[in-house]
């Protein structure tokens, strides 16, 4: 599952997001996956920034993202859960 999410049609910012089921783990998915929403994002004239929030513990997902340019803006609770939202400038 995959996406590219703006909350509303005056947004700037959209939310990239994938989740991937463990058989496919470190196979590269997630990485093609990031790259291509990141690609399609910068078609997207309206987009300048992209946001994505992991669980902290997750670092298979941060260093997707961090190889893909986006640095760590915040960590916050998720209904309880421990998030970190990470932000790319288009």
Do not use: C
Request: net charge positive.
């Amino acid at each position: 599952m995959a996406k590219l999410e703006i909350k509303n049609s005056k947004a700037h910012k959209a939310e990239l997001g994938y989740m991937l089921l463990p058989e496919y783990w470190g196979k590269g998915i997630g990485s093609k996956v990031a790259n291509l929403l990141i690609k399609r994002a910068r078609n997207q004239k309206e987009i300048t920034k992209l946001f994505a929030i992991i669980d902290p513990r997750n670092v298979a997902s941060r260093k997707i993202l961090t190889n893909n340019g986006f640095v760590s803006k915040e960590f916050k609770s998720f209904d309880g859960l421990p998030g970190e939202i990470l932000e790319l400038k288009l």
